[in-house]
T-cell receptor, first 107, second 113 residues
């Protein structure tokens, strides 16, 4: 059974801090990884995708991929209350999503 | 540019009935995927269509079917509805046949009573 695992949280960080969200996957053949943000009652919104080992930065967001250890993470720098949402990790091969991590950023 | 659109927004059906959900992708996108999301879980993949052909199917019963039209819009059909089919149904489009970089529509909230 191919799995994508995320800590359900909630993860709470103060405003301005770095939020670190982690995701592990079981299918070693997975090639592409995606992070989505989902506000309560809304549909998922694509934040970042990463295909290669290492870091990929986009504004306040950094995705990190380690295929040998089978994990992908998302760092959010200078967290804002507007970042409070559920963050979903997805693996392309069979478009399997994790259950999501709920992030709360406290002012 | 308009994003992915879905209709209807909300729907209430009775057990045993049939439902059809509709999706229009972003202009220029040829791939449409359907997902089911229940509260507290991530989206579960149902189908992917590209150029009117089924490219992927998730672990859902045969009561679920879909199709894609020449204008790349899509329908998801569910027969013999069960209470457990109550969920948010999401449609996502992507430009190519690989579904990863997907953009989701607002979803259809289906309630089965």
């Amino acid at each position: 059974q191919k799995e994508v695992e995320q800590n359900s949280g909630p993860l709470s960080v103060p405003e301005g801090a770095i939020a670190s969200l982690n995701c592990t996957y079981s299918d070693r053949g997975s090639q592409s990884f995606f992070w989505y943000r989902q506000y309560s009652g809304k549909s998922p919104e694509l934040i970042m995708f990463i295909y290669s080992n290492g870091d990929k930065e986009d504004g306040r967001f950094t995705a990190q991929l380690n295929k040998a250890s089978q994990y992908v993470s998302l760092l959010i720098r200078d967290s804002q209350p507007s970042d409070s949402a559920t963050y979903l990790c997805a693996v392309r091969n069979d478009m399997r999503f994790g259950a999501g991590t709920r992030l709360t950023v406290k002012p | 540019d308009a994003g992915v659109t879905q209709s209807p927004t909300h729907l209430i059906k009775t057990r045993g009935q049939h439902v059809t959900l509709r999706c229009s992708p972003i202009s220029g996108h040829k791939s449409v995927s359907w997902y089911q999301q229940v509260l507290g879980q991530g989206p579960q993949f149902i189908f992917q269509y590209y150029e009117k052909e089924e490219r992927g199917r998730g672990n859902f019963p045969d009561r679920f079917s879909a199709r894609q039209f020449p204008n790349y819009s899509s329908e998801l059909n569910v027969n013999a509805l069960l209470l457990g089919d109550s969920a948010l149904y999401l449609c996502a489009s992507s430009p190519g046949d690989l579904p990863g970089e997907q953009y989701f529509g607002p979803g259809t909230r289906l309630t089965v009573t």
